[in-house]
Nanobody, 116 residues
Framework: EVQLVESGGGLVQAGGSLRLSCVAS????????IGWFRQAPGKEREGVSC????????DYADSLSGRFSISRDSAKNLLYLQMISLKPEDTGVYYC?????????WGQGTQVTVSS
């Protein structure tokens, strides 16, 4: 059974930093694309960043301006999202996901709130 569990969210002031973690189980971590989406209040879920299973290449939403960094620890099946220079518009629920074949699996999400 595929499971994804996020942690690390919280309340932070604008300009601060957070590191989100996602522990995965039930699949071979390096074989599939994994990443992060977020959903702000009243908005659709949007892609933040992902990392390819085949070569470890990464991709980011253009709007992030280099403030976020995705990484993984394959030995521990952990996915990270380091976020710096946080802005109030980064507020939302952050979801870890894994694209496995034709299916996409989601974690339960972790809340990030950035105060101005």
């Amino acid at each position: 059974e595929v499971q994804l569990v996020e942690s690390g969210g919280g309340l932070v002031q604008a300009g601060g930093s957070l590191r989100l973690s996602c522990v995965a189980s039930g699949f071979t971590f390096d074989d599939y694309r994994i990443g992060w989406f977020r959903q702000a209040p009243g908005k659709e879920r949007e892609g933040v960043s992902c990392i390819s299973g085949s070569d470890g290449s990464t991709d980011y939403a253009d709007s992030l301006s280099g403030r976020f960094s995705i990484s993984r620890d394959s030995a521990k099946n952990l996915l990270y999202l380091q976020m710096i220079s946080l802005k109030p518009e980064d507020t939302g629920v952050y979801y870890c996901y894994a694209a496995i074949g034709s299916d996409t699996y989601w974690g339960q999400g972790t809340q990030v709130t950035v105060s101005s």
